[in-house]
């Protein structure tokens, strides 16, 4: 008895805080904007461990950053975009130094687009345009082999804002 009376409080609390929302300043990505799911304010935060919940994909494509072909491996947008509630058709995709980017929505389903969090197996950093960097399967379809589309491909995110 005397067991559970202390065992007790220690499991709630630490079920509260895997569940606890990042701050705002510790947050890895912000969505704002058109969104019915928020988790705090108006906002939806992600934290790793957030994201880490997410399924995982792979894509294989060359890109204009490397020479040779990479393997990337990180969310889908759609699939970050259906946990928000997201209901517009524009984002706008901010990276850490404020540089930003409009993509529409339609390319998340169409070209199944990764947040990447990975590249050959290894965490992106933030000096290897991590923590996030939005890549689209290039390889599988040529069509997107052109500036418009390595101009969407965003490195470093830190925001995205749907409209």
Not at 13 to 36: F, N, R
Not at 68 to 95: C, H, Y
């Amino acid at each position: 008895m005397r067991f559970t009376l202390y065992v007790a409080p220690l499991l709630v609390a630490l079920c509260g805080a895997a569940q606890a929302t990042p701050s705002p300043d510790s947050a890895l990505l912000k969505v704002e904007g058109a969104i019915t799911q928020p988790n705090y304010q108006q906002l939806a935060l992600w934290d790793s461990a957030m994201l880490d919940q997410l399924p995982e994909y792979e894509i294989k494509t060359h890109t204009p950053w490397y020479d040779e072909e990479k393997t990337f491996r990180g969310p889908r947008l759609s699939d970050l975009l259906a946990k928000v509630g997201a209901s517009g058709k524009q984002l706008t995709i901010t990276a850490l130094n404020d540089y930003s980017v409009q993509v529409p929505t339609s390319d998340a389903r169409q070209y199944e687009v990764i947040l990447a969090r990975s590249i050959d197996g290894k965490p992106l950093s933030v000096r290897d345009k991590g923590p996030l960097f939005l890549i689209y399967p290039f390889d599988q379809y040529p069509e997107l082999r052109n500036k418009l589309y390595y101009g969407r491909a965003i490195w470093q995110i830190s925001q995205i804002k749907v409209e």
